[in-house]
């Protein structure tokens, strides 16, 4: 198997194309995360077996996520923080437990290179692509923010219009686990801007699985967050991409403004997407 052979100065070399980091303001107002912004595997993995093709679909990848959660973060002008490999390779919206943290099989198709995974690969693709995105998102939240600042944790993904003969009708989903006013806020202005049907907990509900942005990034330190969806058909170049980008930098900022009003009684002041 080729992670055998890999020396640590190799792994390395490989752990630190696992994350890419976009920079924004001291105390932003929103952290962004995209764990499913690329496709790419490592050349000694080959693709895992697959073709090419088959890893720049939606089995490989979110599908214009990475656009998005890029313009979003220049509008805002916060940081974010994307995946650098393959949720074929390690799916870094898990954990390391978790059976799907290397799946043998997405939508129906069989992943040749994920059948035979044993414990030892497993810590060597921890060590590659999932240890450098958790360490950086944590890194930044636990240290370069004032301690008293609660930003708002915002993970960005695409998914497909139907799955298994069935069609997807929103445009956008907003997940959420257990009872999450700011994220039900979210939906709500993405209503407001005409954006119908909304998925809420739509076309997949977090509650029941292990979710690195909420059970380990956001809930430990009690931090509003919302999972965007986007339907992949709707951000397919960047002109859409900046759209919807555009799009959600609105709902988020009033849903801030509007959550924070609610609780303290008070108003806050927010940036002004650009």
């Not at 890999?6 to 995360?33: C, D, H, M, W, Y």
């Not at 650098?84 to 992943?111: K, Q, T, W």
């Not at 986007?230 to 009033?254: K, Q």
Request: aromatic fraction near 8%.
């Amino acid at each position: 198997m080729p992670f055998r052979s890999l020396t640590e100065e190799q792994i390395t070399e490989f752990s630190s194309a696992g994350v890419q980091a976009l920079p924004g303001k001291r105390n932003p107002e929103f952290v962004l995360v995209c764990e499913h912004a690329s496709c790419h595997v490592p050349y000694p993995w080959q693709s895992l077996g697959l073709e090419q093709h088959r890893l720049e679909q939606h089995i490989g990848w979110d599908i214009g996520a990475a656009a998005v959660t890029e313009r979003l973060s220049s509008l805002l002008s916060v940081p974010a923080f994307l995946a650098g490999y393959s949720r074929l390779f390690v799916e870094c919206n898990r954990m390391p437990h978790a059976d799907d943290f290397v799946a043998p099989h997405s939508d129906g198709i069989e992943i040749p290179g994920n059948s035979r995974v044993c414990d030892h690969e497993r810590v060597v693709r921890h060590r590659i692509a999932f240890e450098p995105f958790r360490n950086a998102v944590s890194g930044y939240l636990d240290g370069e923010m004032d301690p008293q600042h609660r930003p708002v944790m915002v993970s960005v993904h695409s998914f497909t219009p139907s799955m298994n003969g069935a069609d997807r009708p929103w445009p956008i989903g907003v997940l959420w686990k257990g009872c999450n006013g700011y994220a039900e806020r979210v939906a709500d202005e993405f209503a407001l801007r005409e954006v119908v049907p909304v998925g809420r907990n739509e076309p997949y509900d977090p509650e029941g699985c292990e979710n690195l942005l909420i059970d380990h990034f956001a809930q430990p330190r009690n931090l509003d967050y919302v999972v965007l969806e986007i339907r992949n058909d709707l951000i397919v170049n960047d002109i859409d991409a900046s759209y919807w980008a555009s799009l959600a930098a609105e709902a988020l900022v009033s849903a801030r403004l509007k959550h924070a009003n609610q609780a303290t009684g008070q108003p806050v002041n927010v940036m002004k997407t650009q």
